[in-house]
Each structure stands twice: as C-alpha cells, then as structure tokens.
T-cell receptor, first 112, second 111 residues
Framework: NAGVTQTPKFQVLKTGQSMTLQCAQDMNHNSMYWYRQDPGMGLRLIYYSASEGTTDKGEVPNGYNVSRLNKREFSLRLESAAPSQTSVYFC???????????FGDGTRLSIL | RKEVEQDPGPFNVPEGATVAFNCTYSNSASQSFFWYRQDCRKEPKLLMSVYSSGNEDGRFTAQLNRASQYISLLIRDSKLSDSATYLCVVIRGGGADGLTFGKGTHLIIQP
C-alpha cells in the first residue's frame, strides 16, 4: 500500500539547472498538492491541482511549474534552479471534501 | 488575523506530564479539523481527526470549541517519543483550496 510516492528523495543541483520532481498516488484521490518547507518553518503551498486537468497557484508559485499528468501523477518543475529554492518538498493528495491529506516522504533538494 | 494560528513553542515538558496546546482559526465556516504530527525533516502524518463532541485515541484527546473557534490537543502521560511538531489543519470548504495548515507547535519531552 504505497500511498503517495515521491522521487527522487535527494537531489543536488547547480544554480540554473532544471529538474522535475515526481509525485504519484495510488489512493484514487482527486486533489494533489506541492508544498515546500524550509528549516524551522511551516509548510508553504506552491501549487495544487483540484482535479485532473486543473492546476492553481498557491502561496509561493514563482520559479515553479506543475503538470497534472493524469489522476495519479502531479509533477513539479524547476526551470532554472536558484539557491533560494533549497528546501524540502512535500507532495500530498486529498480525496476531497472534508477528508485529511496524505503526504509523501519528501524530496530534499539542495541548490548550490 | 491569520486563518490558522498556533503557538510555535517550544513546549518543554517532563516525561510523564500532561501537556495541551491549542490552534485557533478565523473562519467560522470551517467544517473539518485534524491534528498532524511531524518529526524533524519528515513528512507530516495524520495523528487524529477532531470531532465536534471531542474524541480520544489512547493518551491523546482532541477537542473542538466552535464558539471560541479553536481546537485543542491534550497528551497525557507524555513519552520521549512524543517529541515532535504538532500541526493543526482546518478545512473550511469542500474545494481543494479550502484546506489550511497551522505552522505547528514544537513539543520537547525531557527525561
């Protein structure tokens, strides 16, 4: 029972490089989310997807793009990585309504 | 006023003690409430839902006060393993954007 799976778990990039963080869920949830969490800080919402085919900006979308490839998968892309994007990135899924979210175990990203 | 607020702590509590902390929310239309636990550099994990009548799960008790717009989490007989950050989540509506996390309360259980 995998739940929410994120890849990769760790990544080091150089400034200006691009990469895509992958997220997949097997719970048939409708909504998916990308958060970042900096040391000692709360979760900040980057983008979310209420359903397949839709995406919306969250609190901190600048420097990121997302794709809701299908109901299972929601990817986050950094086109030109900057040191300020060094963070832990969490993907979450949500059945909808008043149900709780479920999180992946995170991607730890360092940008040099 | 922020939509969801928590005292960041840290709360330093001796092992075996009882500790409680609150989470206030600003939108009276909020319908659904949860507590999550987050260990250092790990993902948040659902601890328990919060029901209108209050609910208990072992040493943990969650309560909702709609009149004063806060939820609470009480931990009895605290263990060293309870050391973590506790996040509250408030859902105000059925849409994907209706969900808000608090920034968390850091709890340290001391031997």
């Amino acid at each position: 029972n995998a739940g929410v799976t994120q890849t990769p778990k760790f990544q080091v990039l150089k400034t200006g490089q691009s990469m895509t963080l992958q997220c997949a869920q097997d719970m048939n949830h409708n909504s998916m989310y990308w958060y970042r969490q900096d040391p000692g800080m709360g979760l900040r919402l980057i983008y979310y997807s209420a359903s397949e085919g839709t995406t919306d900006k969250g609190e901190v979308p600048n420097g990121y793009n997302v794709s809701r490839l299908n109901k299972r998968e929601f990817s986050l892309r950094l086109e030109s990585a900057a040191p300020s994007q060094t963070s832990v990135y969490f993907c979450a899924s949500h059945l909808g309504g008043y149900q709780p979210q479920h999180f992946g175990d995170g991607t730890r990203l360092s940008i040099l | 006023r922020k939509e969801v607020e928590q005292d960041p702590g840290p709360f330093n509590v001796p092992e075996g003690a009882t500790v409680a902390f609150n989470c206030t929310y600003s939108n009276s239309a909020s319908q659904s409430f949860f507590w999550y636990r987050q260990d250092c550099r790990k993902e948040p994990k659902l601890l328990m839902s919060v029901y209108s009548s209050g609910n208990e799960d072992g040493r943990f008790t969650a309560q909702l006060n709609r009149a004063s717009q806060y939820i609470s989490l009480l931990i009895r007989d605290s263990k060293l393993s309870d050391s973590a950050t506790y996040l509250c989540v408030v859902i105000r509506g059925g849409g994907a954007d209706g969900l808000t996390f608090g920034k968390g309360t850091h709890l340290i259980i001391q031997p």
